[in-house]
């Protein structure tokens, strides 16, 4: 399974590029207006970071808009692509995007029909928010896996993004489920490698070590 991270931070963006961990970068507008930055420059910089997909978001809400939007920002890096939302706009964009070899990343997807469509209407990637379907009292999983199971029905290419990730146990079931992809905010990532009895046995070798003891 792939893993993106979800920010538009540079510094988390370069910590995990360096770490190796990272398949590419999600981005939404929450994320950039933290960073106070035009947005093309910051996604100029994620991408000179990061060789895999850079998802970066239309803020219009009409089909003709959309595709004016995301034709500018393809043009930034060739890795650049456009997050569009889950609306009949939205996918008449993707299908026009689709025929200009511009790859999509449809967002906000919470049933299985919207990832129907967006396959349908041509989306390279499809991301299911399963932390918000968990807020309000559902199992985002499931959603994952009816998905998987439709895309593998029916052969689409479009690949599922698990997103809204609230936890590493979210990683987990995605990657068991079979996910193409977990994106992934920073603060999850850095948990992701701890485990208290590595902890555990990290200081009881070195105890050792400084006794006296190095068998192992």
């Known amino acids: 399974m792939k893993l993106f991270i979800d920010t538009a931070d540079i510094t988390e963006i370069k910590e995990m590029a360096a770490a190796g961990v990272i398949d590419g970068v999600t981005t939404n507008p929450s994320l950039v207006a933290k960073e106070g930055r035009r947005l093309h420059d910051l996604i100029a910089e994620i991408c000179a970071v990061v060789d895999g997909p850079v998802s970066a978001e239309v803020m219009a809400l009409n089909t003709a808009d ?9 043009e930034i890096y060739a ?8 609306t009949m706009d939205g996918l008449r964009a993707v299908r026009i995007l689709a025929s ?29 928010f399963v932390g918000r379907i968990d807020d ?6 499931d959603l994952v896996e009816q998905v998987m199971d439709i895309y593998d029905n029916y052969a689409f290419d479009t690949e599922v993004i698990v997103a809204s990730v609230r936890h590493p146990l979210h990683v987990v079931q995605a990657s068991l489920i079979g996910a193409d992809i977990a994106t992934v905010p920073f603060s999850i990532l850095k948990k992701m490698p701890d485990h208290p009895l590595t ?10 070590w400084e006794g006296g003891t190095r068998d192992g």
């Open 66 to 74: 959309m595709v004016t939007e995301a034709r500018k920002l393809a």
């Open 136 to 141: 309000c009292g559902g199992d985002g999983m």
């Open 100 to 128: 200009e070899e511009i790859a999509t990343n449809v967002t906000l997807i919470f049933s299985p029909n919207q990832a129907l469509l967006a396959a349908k209407a041509g989306a390279t990637f499809a991301s299911l």
């Open 199 to 208: 902890d555990i046995g990290i200081t009881r070798f070195l105890n050792d």
């Open 79 to 86: 890795n650049v692509v456009i997050k569009i939302p889950m």
